[in-house]
């Protein structure tokens, strides 16, 4: 018998049949294998998160669908649906304190769907909804910003800062410019994420004028949280505050194109039929001619910023998804000022400043920046994911430039046929400012993310990431100052001039004079770990967070020794929402936060790098309360927060509009302390809007000198931001964005010492408007050329409404006569109008 069966099998091997069936055997065996498996798996699946319609998760959502099937939303709002696939099927979206929302399906095999519904609030039970203010970003001390107000109010730097600074404690006193402070903090404490990948600014910027668009394109935003304060350990080591952005995964196609005298943006958004590939891109144009020309200095100026972004899905599985974010940007800003006057003064001495320029300045920044992170979904509580990314930025500034002034008194006779003009001259001289700089770094990270739900109610999150940072650096910068025919040295120059009454035979040596050439790397491992619960004592409800960061860094580089340094940063949280009738939150978060330097702290005001330089230390306390009432029938909240930061081995700096000059040296210590205020809700019903208040004191003490204040120091905040449309057309619609800042120490010369110089701003105000026309509104239906648009709207706006004079930084003029100083403010933007038209198909 066997040896009939193998004479079979040898003949059957001899055969042509088989010679020609073999190379698809394989293929064959693999589908008698999975025949069965495919027989089963004939579903889909339906997944998203749930929100409200303020963009925060909603938990406790019945999904139901027409075949039984169902499933619940968690406490983040996401839920995943199998249903079976090549048929309609009804899903039916419940909550009792929100309208019903039912969609009908017909998805292919194995197809996954994202769809992310927006419930809007059920009127009759608006108590219940105003009662529910538990929600995670709520308890973790995060404020959400609506991705539609991010789109809607541009601003004159428009972009998720142009909102930002309406926020307490957020202070952006510059226009021009996308860098903030919080609560006492400068601009670099400030941690930025898109989709959990860090992105950076860039580094020679000197002035808002030099700087483009910011790194978040907001036509690509899903998602908007910010954080001021005693942050969780899963974010990386700054002292200030958290931006967290998500970007959207598109659902359908889609385009959504901007349009004004500054510019324009188009984004587009891209799925495959099987739902497996999805895209969206950005581009964006930003032309500042319309703002820059109308400041007093004169010239002819060609600011061009330009930039792509792309964020792309592909979902290999149910359970593996790989997505990759890249951007590219080029800035470029030349400028050839001709002339400027500045009249300042009082009415009875006005005193005017007229400069005359010859040179231009030359700068640009390009920035590459591409991350691939590989999500795997273990099973319902365990999610593994791995990012690597790599940043690479190449930045020149380049400037010749020769000011000639005269400072002088003003015709004031009405009449006379030089009235406005300078007459008698108390100050002449010029000034010469040359600069080479070149900075090309690379920044290349690997990061492993992990989350395990070890039950309902608690979750443990952890981290770990490597970075490799590369600097090139080379600064070449003099400075050289004449008043009345004689240079002016360096204020630290001793040997003892007395022109023009004794002959001076000193040497001559620039007013300032920088030259710095540097090659440093850094590497650096993180690694965190921290559990979340969520429980109750006795009735009340209590949300737990604590958690451990640590960070280890390596600087070396040529010329320099190699030196090493490691610390540790425990965090934690509590909230408790106790069960009383009114909707009363209560939070306390802190914790002790480091900043290692990077490399512009590493490098003080001369260009030496210095790698001893510690890790400044923050300790956080953030005390909050919450509470969500009822007004006028319409939801509103009331946040306030109390905070005080004491700080040690504080690196001390000088800020000169942009500019940050570290000295490199942990040779001071400082506080901060200070309460903010936000009221926020539907003072018109339909729209949200807020009004925030805060105020802030810091200090510092360098070599136990004194506490005097530090250059973030603004004590008085005011911001609003506030909707509003004509009842009865309510197509017509405005926004008003109104910042009131008080003035911040600065715009002493950069010689000067702070202990000596305690000379502030004056404050900050400055109001922006916009009216738009909603031509196509997307819940009314059309039957001409509208109904291929989505939406369609066009208006104006008007940044600086009451066109006040704002200033960031002092020129500083000699009298000839009284050898005294002269502070002439530089002064921001005045009024400019806007039209802009905006698009969504």
Known sequence: MWEIILHLKRRFLESKFYSRLKPYFTTIFLLVLLFPALLISQTATVKGVVLDEFQRPIPEVSIQSSTNDGTTTNSNGFYLLKIPSNQDIKITFKHISHKIIEITVNLKNGQDFEFNPVMLVNVEQIETVILKGNTRKNVEGVTSISPEILRTIKGAQPGVENILKTLPGVNISNELSTQYSVRGGNFDENLVYVNEIEVYRPFLIRSGNQEGLSFVNTDLVQNVDFSAGGFQAKYGDKISSVLDITYRTPVD???????????????????????????????????????????????????????????????????????????????????????????????????????????????????????????????????????????????????????????????????????????????????????????????????HNGDYKIDENSTVEWSLKYTHEDFRDRLVEWEVIDSAGFSI????????????????????????????????????????????????????????????????????????????????????????????????????????????????????????????????????????????FQMWDRPFKLVAEAYYKGLTDVNPYTLENVRIRYRARNNAEAYAYGLDMRLNGEFVPGTESWFSFGYLKTEENIDDRGYIARPTDQRLKFGVLFQDYVPNIPDLKMYLNLVYNTGVPGGSPSYADPYDFQFRLRDYRRADAGFLYDMVNAEKEYSNWKRHFKALSIGFEIYNIFNNQNSITNTWVRDVNSKAQFAIPNFLTPRVFNLRLTAQL
């Open 489 to 628: 040295r360096p204020p630290n120059f001793n040997i003892p001039n007395n022109q023009p009454y004794e002959p001076f035979s000193g040497p001559l040596v620039a007013f300032q004079n920088i030259r710095a050439t540097n090659f440093v790397q850094i590497d650096r491992v993180q690694a965190s770990v921290q559990w979340s619960k969520r429980g109750y004592i006795g009735n009340h409800e209590v949300f737990y967070n604590a958690g451990v960061r640590a960070h280890n860094w390596t600087v070396s580089g040529v010329g320099l020794e190699s030196n090493t340094q490691t610390v540790f940063s425990p965090r934690a949280q509590f909230a408790i929402k106790p069960n009383w009738n009114k909707d009363i939150l209560f939070r306390v978060a802190g914790g002790l936060y480091y900043q290692p330097p990077f490399y512009r702290e590493l490098r003080d005001s001369s260009g030496i790098v210095r790698p001893e330089v510690k890790a400044q230390q923050s300790f956080h306390v953030v005390l909050g309360i919450e509470h969500s």
């Open 253 to 447: 196609f889609g385009v959504r194109a901007d349009l004004s005298l500054l510019g324009g943006s188009i984004a587009v958004e891209t799925i495959s039929k099987d739902s497996k590939f999805s895209a969206i891109t950005g581009i964006r144009y930003r032309d500042n001619s319309l703002l820059l020309g109308s400041l007093e200095t004169e010239g002819a100026v060609e600011p061009v910023f330009m930039d792509a972004q792309a964020f792309m899905t592909y979902r290999f599985s149910d359970k593996f998804h790989l997505d990759f974010l890249g951007n590219a940007s080029l800035n470029q800003y030349n400028f050839k000022p001709t002339n400027r006057q500045t009249n300042f003064g009082t009415l009875q001495n006005p005193i005017a400043l007229l400069v005359f320029y010859d040179g231009q300045e030359k700068s640009q920044y390009q920035t590459l920046f591409g991350a691939l992170k590989a999500n795997y979904f273990v099973n319902d509580d365990l999610t593994l994911k791995l990012i690597a990314s790599t940043y690479h930025t190449t930045e020149q500034e380049y400037f010749d430039i020769l000011a000639r002034y005269r400072l002088g008194e003003v015709n004031t006779n009405i009449g006379d046929e030089n009235l406005g003009e300078v007459e008698f001259s108390e100050g002449i001289g010029s000034q010469l400012t040359h600069a080479r700089n070149d900075l090309d770094a690379l920044i290349t990270t690997i990061q």
